[in-house]
Nanobody
Framework: EVQLQAFGGGLVQPGESLRLSCAASGFTFDDDHIAWFRQAPGKERKWVSCIDNSGDTTLYTDSVEGRFTVSRDNAKNTVYLLMHGVRPEDTAIYYC??????????????????WGQGTLVTVSS
């Protein structure tokens, strides 16, 4: 059974840092590209970042470019999202997702078959 579990969320103050983790099991982890999406209260789920199966290539949405860093440890079947300089607008439930679809589709939620349950990040003073 494919499982993705995101954790590490919590309440942080603006400007602080937070690291999210996504632990995977039940599939060959280094076959899949992994993405982070987020859904703010009352809004649609949006793509945040993706990393290719080898960890060599990453992409970020403009609003987090330079502040967030995605990485993966294929030996631990885990992907990380390091969030620096968080802002109130980063408040959302963060989801990780896995796909074998071609890399050019990495921003497209419908291309992801497997999703974690999400972890809530709240940025507030």
């Amino acid at each position: 059974e494919v499982q993705l579990q995101a954790f590490g969320g919590g309440l942080v103050q603006p400007g602080e840092s937070l690291r999210l983790s996504c632990a995977a099991s039940g599939f060959t982890f280094d076959d899949d590209h992994i993405a982070w999406f987020r859904q703010a209260p009352g809004k649609e789920r949006k793509w945040v970042s993706c990393i290719d199966n080898s960890g060599d290539t990453t992409l970020y949405t403009d609003s987090v470019e330079g502040r967030f860093t995605v990485s993966r440890d294929n030996a631990k079947n885990t992907v990380y999202l390091l969030m620096h300089g968080v802002r109130p607008e980063d408040t959302a439930i963060y989801y990780c997702a896995a796909t074998k679809a071609p890399w050019r589709w990495c921003k497209i939620a419908s291309r992801y078959d497997d999703w974690g349950q999400g972890t809530l990040v709240t940025v507030s003073s």
